[in-house]
């Protein structure tokens, strides 16, 4: 027998796992999500884990203050913790023209009630004693920011839908989205069809090629990225916020007894040139581990939300390195519309179509 669903979510990262609880907790419970892998295994599983308000596209800042209200409860909401440290980002710009930029966007996040401020050079001397400030020319922090634990945030969506009704299969690749004269008519698995009038694809990096024989294009491609762990903290405070260079990308937070530091580089030697400038003492530095995944970057580095032209198809990709901060308000987004609601945030910008119609919207905010 041919197995019916109300709705099928396509991937099992962040954003898939909370479209389902969001379906799930909304009353859509016959519901399936299709891995291919295991769940969390795409670009979720390799994040930093950072949530932030700071952005210059207001879209972006509004999808993660949402967001940050369903983190802050997450536990209560799911019985999973997932480990926020809420110590803050910390973005050092060094030159007029980014300090401008940030300094616009502030005042844009605190007309939202974010507290996101300016700081003087001595204030982030006083924060992380280690970093170098000669050549900062201006600081931006807001304390509502930190970093949580992805895999956590996928493991406590999953168990919230499952206990609410919701099915989830992992090791099932979704072959092809059928379609008939009525619009979505299922999916077919190696061996296996799901009747369906309603997808989501939250793919990843897979989800061009999911709908582009649906004749419709998702233009997400992976940039590998990644990310470095040294037991060693460098005097770096454990109460230090994610310090942000935002020239060259460089990046660090305390992880446990050690730190983690990343960069737009994945070669180490390449990362040490804007690594030793900013943070002089990981010179000292031994990398004990390291891991790499893709950041899924759409032509203007902001994601794509929305209804394809296909009757029943929903899309979240292309998030460009900011999917997981996103996740929440965008798992709410897809529920609300697969379930034909009104919706909580207004996220008509964020359709793929933008690309076709030229209207871009740029995230340059991106680390
Ligand atoms: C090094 C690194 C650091 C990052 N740091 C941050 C950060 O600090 N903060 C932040 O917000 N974001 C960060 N990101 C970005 C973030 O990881 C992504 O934006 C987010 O995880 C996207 O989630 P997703 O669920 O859309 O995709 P994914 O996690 O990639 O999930 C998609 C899933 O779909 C599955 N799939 C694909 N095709 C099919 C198919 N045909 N059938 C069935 N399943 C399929 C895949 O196996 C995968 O598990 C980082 C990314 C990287 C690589």
Redesign the pocket.
């Known amino acids: 027998m041919v197995k019916t669903a109300d709705a099928v979510i396509?991937?099992?990262?962040?954003?898939?796992t909370s479209a389902l609880f969001h379906l799930a907790a909304l009353g859509t419970t016959n519901t399936v999500l299709?891995?291919?892998?295991s769940l969390?295994?795409?670009?979720?599983s390799?994040?930093?884990?950072?949530i932030r308000m700071q952005h210059d596209d207001v879209v972006n800042t509004r999808l993660a203050l949402r967001s940050l209200q369903e983190f802050t409860r997450f536990e209560q909401l799911t019985g999973t913790p997932i480990d926020f440290k809420q110590v803050g980002y910390l973005f050092l710009l060094d030159n007029d023209h980014d300090f401008a930029a940030f300094t616009r966007a502030a005042a844009a996040q605190r007309e939202l009630g974010i507290p996101t401020e300016i700081l003087s050079i001595d204030a982030v001397r006083e924060m992380v004693p280690q970093i170098y400030v000669e050549d900062v020319v201006g600081a931006t922090f807001c304390p509502w920011e930190g970093?949580a634990a992805?895999e956590a945030v996928v493991q406590g969506y999953a168990s919230a839908a499952r206990r609410l009704g919701a099915e989830i299969r992992v090791g099932?690749?979704?072959v092809e989205i059928l379609t008939d004269g009525a619009g979505v008519s299922g999916v077919r698995l190696e061996g296996e069809t799901i009747s369906t009038r309603s997808v989501v694809i939250?793919?990843?990096?897979?989800s061009a090629d999911?709908a582009r024989p649906l004749g419709f294009e998702l233009p997400v491609h992976g940039e590998a990225?990644?990310?470095f762990y040294s037991s060693q903290a460098l005097g770096v405070p454990q109460s230090a916020p994610l310090v942000v260079d935002f020239s060259t990308g460089f990046y660090f937070h305390r992880e446990g007894a050690g730190l983690v530091f990343?960069g737009r580089q994945s070669d180490p030697a390449e990362l040490s040139e804007p690594a030793t400038h900013r943070l002089p003492a990981i010179a000292e530095a031994s990398i004990e581990s390291s891991w790499?995944?893709?950041?899924?970057m759409s032509p203007d580095h902001n994601a794509m939300i929305g209804q394809a032209p296909v009757a029943g198809l929903h899309y979240?990709?292309g998030?460009s390195?900011?999917?997981?901060?996103?996740?929440p308000a965008v798992g709410e987004y897809l529920a609300e519309t697969v379930r034909g609601e009104s919706t909580t945030l207004d996220l008509s910008s964020m359709t793929a179509d933008r690309f076709v119609s030229g209207q871009h919207r740029t995230e340059s905010f991106v680390i």
Do not use: D, N
């Open positions: 396509v991937g099992g990262g962040c954003v898939g299709l891995e291919a892998s969390g295994s795409g670009s979720t390799k994040a930093a884990g950072g970093f992805p099932s690749l979704v939250a793919a990843g990096v897979g999911l990225r990644t990310i990343a790499w995944g893709y950041y899924e979240a990709t998030f390195g900011h999917g997981f901060m996103q996740s």
